[in-house]
C-alpha cells in the first residue's frame, strides 16, 4: 500500500506574549495509503495544529512532514479538509458549494457533483442553500466538498463536534461508507472516543504540554463495523484507560443504596 503521510519528529512552537507555546514536539508518525487513522487527545494537545501543518495551512513547522514522498510546502487539491463549523458560501447552493474547486470539464463536473450529493444523501437539496439546511446536513456538504477533487488525503477536524448525539452516529456511518467507497487515506482528528473507535483503523492517543503521542492502538476489527459490536466496546475501554478515565477498577468509597 505505501506510506501516504509521513511525519518524522514534526515539532511546532508558537510565540505568544507569555512566551513560545510548544503545540507539538517530535511527533512521528506513518500513516498508511488508504487507511483510517484517528488522532485523540483532549483540548490543546496540537490536534489541529498538526492537521493544520499537514494540509500545507501551516508550514511554521520543523521536522519532516511528507505527502506521498513530497514535502508539504502549501495547500492543495491532493489534500481536502473539512473542520467543525461547514464553512459554506452562504450564496452558494449545495450542489455550487461541493463543486466549488472542481475544476473538470462540465460533464465530468457534474457526474462528480451528483456522485456525491447521492453519496452524503442530499438528494432532492442540490439547490438548497446553507441556511436552509440542518447541521448534519451542512457538515455533509463541507465533506462533500472536501472529497469532490478526489484528494488522496481527507482531513477532518472534529467535523461532528457541534452536532447532537444521533446525529453524530448517523454522520459516523455515513463517513464509514464514504471511506469504505472512495478509498481515500482519512486522518480525523476527535475528542470523542467512540467515535474514533468505530471508525478508525489505528487510533493515536496525543497529551498536552507540549503536543506528543503517547500510544498508538491498532483496532483490529472488520468494517463496516457496528458501535454496539462488544469489541468496539472492548477497544473503547482500553482506550479509557489510556486517558485514565475507566473506573471500573475504583473502590467504590460509598455503597449507592
Ligand atoms: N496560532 C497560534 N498561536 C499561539 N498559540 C497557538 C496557536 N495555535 C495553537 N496554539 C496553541 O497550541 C496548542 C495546541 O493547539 P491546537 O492544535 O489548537 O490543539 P487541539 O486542536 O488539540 O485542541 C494550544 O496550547 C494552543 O493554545
Ligand atoms: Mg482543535
Given at each position: 500500500?505505501?506510506?501516504a503521510?509521513?511525519?518524522?519528529?514534526?515539532?511546532?512552537?508558537?510565540?505568544?506574549?507569555g512566551?513560545p507555546?510548544?503545540?507539538?514536539?517530535?511527533?512521528?508518525?506513518?500513516?498508511?495509503?488508504?487507511?483510517f487513522?484517528?488522532?485523540?487527545?483532549?483540548?490543546?494537545?496540537g490536534?489541529?495544529?498538526?492537521?493544520?501543518?499537514?494540509?500545507g495551512?501551516?508550514?511554521?513547522?520543523?521536522?519532516?512532514?511528507?505527502?506521498?514522498?513530497e514535502?508539504?510546502?502549501?495547500?492543495d487539491?491532493?489534500?481536502?479538509?473539512a473542520f467543525q463549523?461547514?464553512?459554506?458560501?452562504?450564496?452558494?447552493?449545495?450542489?455550487?458549494?461541493?463543486?466549488?474547486?472542481?475544476?473538470?470539464?462540465?460533464?465530468e463536473r457534474?457526474?462528480r457533483?451528483?456522485?456525491?450529493?447521492?453519496?452524503?444523501?442530499l438528494t432532492?437539496?442540490?439547490?438548497?442553500r446553507p441556511?436552509?439546511?440542518?447541521?448534519?446536513?451542512?457538515?455533509?456538504?463541507?465533506?462533500?466538498?472536501a472529497?469532490?477533487?478526489?484528494?488522496?488525503?481527507?482531513?477532518?477536524?472534529?467535523?461532528?463536534?457541534?452536532?447532537?448525539?444521533?446525529?453524530?452516529?448517523?454522520?459516523?456511518?455515513?463517513?464509514?461508507d464514504?471511506?469504505?467507497?472512495e478509498?481515500?487515506?482519512?486522518?480525523?482528528?476527535?475528542?470523542?472516543?467512540e467515535e474514533?473507535?468505530?471508525?478508525?483503523?489505528?487510533?493515536?492517543?496525543?497529551?498536552?504540554?507540549?503536543?506528543?503521542?503517547?500510544?498508538?492502538?491498532d483496532?483490529?476489527l472488520s468494517?463496516?463495523?457496528?458501535?454496539?459490536d462488544?469489541?468496539?466496546?472492548e477497544?473503547?475501554?482500553?482506550?479509557?484507560?489510556?486517558?485514565h478515565?475507566?473506573?471500573?477498577a475504583?473502590?467504590p468509597?460509598?455503597?449507592i443504596?
Amino acid at each position: 500500500m505505501g506510506v501516504a503521510v509521513s511525519m518524522e519528529n514534526v515539532s511546532r512552537t508558537f510565540s505568544s506574549s507569555g512566551g513560545p507555546v510548544r503545540a507539538l514536539a517530535d511527533i512521528s508518525l506513518d500513516v498508511e495509503s488508504g487507511s483510517f487513522v484517528a488522532l485523540v487527545g483532549q483540548s490543546g494537545c496540537g490536534k489541529s495544529t498538526l492537521l493544520r501543518a499537514i494540509t500545507g495551512l501551516d508550514t511554521g513547522y520543523t521536522g519532516r512532514l511528507t505527502v506521498d514522498g513530497e514535502p508539504v510546502t502549501g495547500v492543495d487539491s491532493h489534500r481536502g479538509i473539512a473542520f467543525q463549523e461547514p464553512r459554506l458560501f452562504p450564496w452558494l447552493s449545495v450542489e455550487q458549494n461541493i463543486g466549488f474547486g472542481l475544476r473538470l470539464p462540465t460533464k465530468e463536473r457534474n457526474q462528480r457533483i451528483a456522485e456525491l450529493i447521492e453519496m452524503v444523501e442530499l438528494t432532492g437539496f442540490e439547490r438548497a442553500r446553507p441556511s436552509q439546511l440542518s447541521g448534519g446536513m451542512a457538515q455533509r456538504v463541507a465533506i462533500a466538498r472536501a472529497l469532490a477533487p478526489r484528494p488522496r488525503v481527507l482531513l477532518l477536524d472534529e467535523p461532528f463536534g457541534a452536532l447532537d448525539a444521533f446525529t453524530r452516529a448517523r454522520l459516523q456511518d455515513a463517513l464509514q461508507d464514504i471511506w469504505l467507497r472512495e478509498g481515500v487515506t482519512a486522518i480525523l482528528v476527535t475528542h470523542d472516543i467512540e467515535e474514533a473507535v468505530t471508525l478508525a483503523q489505528r487510533v493515536v492517543v496525543m497529551t498536552p504540554r507540549p503536543g506528543r503521542i503517547q500510544q498508538v492502538l491498532d483496532i483490529d476489527l472488520s468494517y463496516p463495523r457496528n458501535r454496539a459490536d462488544p469489541q468496539v466496546t472492548e477497544y473503547r475501554r482500553m482506550l479509557l484507560k489510556a486517558f485514565h478515565l475507566d473506573r471500573s477498577a475504583a473502590v467504590p468509597t460509598q455503597e449507592i443504596q
